[in-house]
């Protein structure tokens, strides 16, 4: 079946470096790939997203970028601080047929201060 | 509501015993996801809704889990005979419904989640 793998499950980075977060996805009609953010004892919250037609977007700080030959996408955190500290799900989901979204098992990310 | 509402937030429920949680998913959303956490793990989906079609039960672990949805609205998980692995965060998730020509992606948003402990 379907399944996305994300690496690392945990990372730990001093404040002010970049942090990355890799997932690689099975199914090839994957096209939409949001990423989530947990805090502790919150539900995910959504933090950035893109669909298959677009290769990389940024928002401030965040940015995601996708490979849709090799069927990965990425996170990157840059200048990080304390605050982004919390566990970071990817997500794949199809757009037709399918109204599932297959999740990473989370990276837990440190900034440490 | 402002975003999805889930209760209780805490459980704590004896093994044998029954439990509901409820969903209140986020005003217009006809599209509603059952997912469970366990401590350190990913997101598992459980079930679901979408407007009036029969719902998606595949993920549904065993049949001590049910879920409805009344009047396309709230939903409940009832879990049956509680086991102590069925401890775990359950997490509810709304979105708009997908569109007909499936090319508008809808994003789906998550509430706070039920923390159910069995002991």
């Known amino acids: 079946g379907e399944n996305v793998e994300q690496h690392p499950s945990t990372l730990s980075v001093q404040e002010g470096d970049s942090a990355v977060i890799k997932c690689t996805y099975s199914?090839?009609?994957?096209?939409?790939f949001p990423w989530y953010k947990q805090e502790l004892g919150k539900g995910p919250q959504l933090i950035i997203d893109?669909?298959?037609?677009?290769g990389e977007k940024k928002d401030q700080r965040i940015a995601v970028t996708l490979n849709k030959t090799a069927k990965h996408f990425s996170l990157h955190i840059t200048e990080t601080q304390p605050e982004d500290s919390a566990v970071y799900f990817c997500a794949a989901k199809a757009t037709s047929g399918t109204y599932k979204y297959i999740f990473g098992t989370g990276t837990r990310l440190k900034v440490l201060a | 509501g402002a975003g999805v509402s889930q209760s209780p937030s805490n459980k704590v429920t004896e093994k044998g015993k029954d439990v509901e949680l409820r969903c209140d998913p986020i005003s217009g959303h006809t599209a509603l996801y059952w997912y469970r956490q366990s401590l350190g793990q990913g997101l598992e989906f459980l079930i679901y809704?979408?407007?009036?079609?029969?719902?998606?039960k595949s993920g549904l672990p065993s049949d001590r889990f049910s879920a409805e949805r009344t009047g396309g609205s709230v939903s409940t998980l009832t879990i049956q005979r509680t086991q102590q692995e069925d401890s775990a965060v359950y997490l509810c998730a709304s979105s708009f419904s997908v569109s007909s020509d499936r090319r508008t992606q809808n994003t789906i948003y998550f509430g706070e989640g039920s923390w159910l402990t069995v002991v």
């Open positions: 809704f979408q407007g009036n079609s029969a719902p998606d």
């Open positions: 893109i669909r298959s037609n677009v």
């Open positions: 199914d090839s009609a994957s096209n939409y």
